[in-house]
């Protein structure tokens, strides 16, 4: 696949692959019901009434019960405070049908985000934003993982293999929630990895050395198809909303796709590439939680 991909500039499917991890999990989770009975459970809670998170989280709720999950919605006004939205933390923390917290952002200005995070039981911590997961994964540990650069390492590993040993992989953006742990799980796989950002010199000369390109910047077509190294793997993590002269609004990515497929030998899509792996990952993270949490074997992603 690794050959093919470099040659045809491959297209990576994610969304196919996010339902090929959906349905292994939701195999995994039957055998855990049959042999342990424990159905794992994950609880988002969203707080206020953003349209776009509303839809997300409709979405998690519809693919965690498709999963054989149970879901618990939990939809307090953008009027609560920072120790009610606590409390409310830690009745999930407390609840053993709860394995997974999710905590959608953003969150209204009266409420600190990392102080909500912080209130998560790490253990729970499906989103992988606790600093406890944080420093497990920055030393090689094993907590649970940001779901969007999990996604990504996946996609990253069914182009080139699980061997990614002295490969140049460069991570454009340094977000806590994406650019920062994709660039420890490169470096956790043995890439040489450098992080860019805005205040990069010569950022395309930087980019045109990577064998892995990871975009995740937030600005629309960024990435132009010359800065991309022939060959390269390119992940796109930007989901950006522009509106053409036609008025039509739609979503593109951080990498001006067309360009770039030229020149990338597998490249992810915007939209259906990262996008579906964000959901999978987040039931696989609640599936690990919950056989942590029993003692019970944590299955492989890929089995």
């Known amino acids: 696949m690794q050959q093919r991909a ?12 996010a339902a090929s ?24 809670v969203l707080v206020g009434e953003h349209p ?11 693919q965690t019960k498709e999963a054989g999950m149970n879901s618990f919605e939990h939809c307090p006004s953008d009027s609560i405070d920072e120790a009610g939205l606590v409390a409310l933390v830690e009745e999930l923390n407390q609840d053993p049908k709860v394995n997974g917290i999710l905590v959608q952002l953003p969150l209204p200005p009266q409420v600190s985000s990392q102080a ?51 490969q140049r992989a460069l991570v454009l953006g340094r977000s806590n929630i994406v650019g920062k742990p994709m660039a420890h799980l490169l470096l956790g796989e043995n890439c040489t990895v450098t992080i860019a950002h805005s205040r990069t010199r010569d950022l395309p000369e930087e980019c045109r050395r ?15 198809g010359d800065w991309v190294k022939p060959g390269a793997t390119v992940i796109d993590v930007g989901i950006n909303r522009i509106e053409p002269d036609d008025g039509k609004a739609r979503l593109v ?13 597998a490249i992810t899509p ?16 609640t599936l690990t939680a919950a056989c942590r949490q029993h003692g019970v074997p944590v299955p492989e992603p890929d089995g």
Do not use: W
């Open 6 to 17: 470099r040659e045809d500039g491959a297209i990576i499917d994610g969304k196919a692959f």
């Open 21 to 44: 991890l959906r349905a292994r999990v939701t195999g995994q989770v039957t055998r855990l019901k049959r042999e342990h009975g424990i159905t794992p459970g994950l609880a988002v």
């Open 52 to 62: 776009a998170s509303q839809v997300y989280v409709r979405n998690k709720n519809k």
């Open 116 to 166: 909500i995070i912080g209130s998560i039981d790490p253990a729970k911590d499906v989103d992988g934003f606790h600093t406890t997961n944080v420093g497990l994964l920055a030393v090689g540990g094993d907590g649970l993982v940001p779901c969007t650069p999990l996604g990504c390492m996946m996609l990253i590993k069914d182009v080139l293999g699980d061997d990614l040993s002295g």
């Open 210 to 224: 990577a064998d892995i390109l990871v975009a995740a910047v937030g600005r629309p077509r960024m990435v132009k």
């Open 253 to 265: 990515g951080d990498v001006d796709f067309e360009a770039a497929r030229g020149h990338a030998g």
């Open 270 to 285: 915007v939209p259906g590439g990262v996008g579906p792996m964000t959901i999978a990952c987040l039931l696989l993270n």
